[in-house]
């Protein structure tokens, strides 16, 4: 005899089934459906045919793409390591037993309420005038030109807004880990005579570990993603040094021919010239 469905397990189905739909039509679908086209040529209306791995071979034969891949993976990684040790040294000292901690804690949060291009058109302003100005009344050499105008290091001029903006919400998400740590730990810790930074590396480390993953996840997809400090600060300039994969998406999407970017989703992209969709001129390819 089969037993009957109780409220909650219907409560549950009923939560769950729609979620289940929406996120195969809007996320799984169009993911596979995104595949299929990367082995076509589909312009993204009308018939199109296979044509194997002839898109992924132009793609990886691209050397403007490669050196997207390149910049991308390093700001990433550059990025990702920055925020997390300067998050998890400013968590540690605002949860330590200090005046207005509250007041600190909401004023070091500010940059993550800022959208990232104001906060881009803000330092390239910062960059681009007061830096040089600064650079030029001392006599500070480095200082005198726009980091943001060397091909070689404007990366890090967008590395230095990315991690400044980022660190707060690391910041908020470290602090609640180190607010789960027991009084007790420490205490225990003391009477074994533990010093301060051994306290730190044998007890709050392993402790908030759980939170250190987190955020090594999440601070590597956001800067996986990087475009609105890019599309603020240079523009992916100077010679195409900092264009990010986010950033040459878009610069394609806006130009005259399809291009074909696997990322991470296969995606396949529209002909596009200013928001307005146009079909593409066969007679300049």
């Not at 681009?128 to 091909?151: C, D, K, M, R, W």
């Not at 709050?204 to 987190?214: A, D, E, Q, S």
């Not at 596009?272 to 007679?283: L, N, V």
């Amino acid at each position: 005899m089969k037993k009957k469905m109780s409220n909650r397990d219907k409560t549950f189905w009923a939560v769950v089934i729609p979620v289940v739909i929406l996120f195969f039509a809007f996320n799984t679908l169009p993911m596979i459906k995104g595949v299929i086209y990367s082995f076509t040529n589909y312009k993204g209306y009308g018939t199109y045919d296979y044509v194997g791995f002839r898109n992924y071979a132009d793609l990886f034969t691209d050397s403007r793409v490669g050196k997207s891949y390149v910049f991308t993976f390093k700001y990433a990684l550059a990025g990702t390591i920055l925020v997390n040790v300067l998050s998890l040294i400013m968590a540690v000292g605002l949860n330590s037993k200090i005046r207005c901690k509250s007041a600190l804690r909401g004023i070091y949060f500010v940059p993550n309420i800022l959208g990232g291009l104001v906060i881009g058109y803000i330092f390239s302003f910062i960059f681009t005038y007061i830096l040089p100005t600064v650079g030029n009344v001392f006599h500070i050499g480095f200082l005198q030109n726009s980091i943001l105008a060397s091909e070689k290091y404007a990366w890090i001029g967008v590395l230095i807004v990315g991690v400044w903006q980022a660190v707060a919400m690391n910041t908020i998400i470290y602090i609640s880990g180190l607010q789960t740590v027991p009084e007790e730990v420490y205490e225990a810790s003391m009477l074994d005579g533990a010093s301060k930074w051994k306290q730190f590396w044998k007890v709050t480390f392993p402790l908030v570990m759980p939170f250190v993953t987190i955020n090594l996840v999440l601070s590597t997809k956001n800067f996986l993603m990087v475009f609105d400090q890019i599309m603020s600060l240079t523009k992916g300039g100077p010679a195409q040094s900092t264009e990010s994969i986010s950033y040459l998406i878009y610069k394609k999407w806006y130009g005259w021919r399809t291009v074909w970017i696997p990322e991470c989703k296969c995606s396949h992209f529209l002909y596009c010239d200013r928001g307005d969709f146009t079909f593409p001129d066969d007679s300049h390819e």
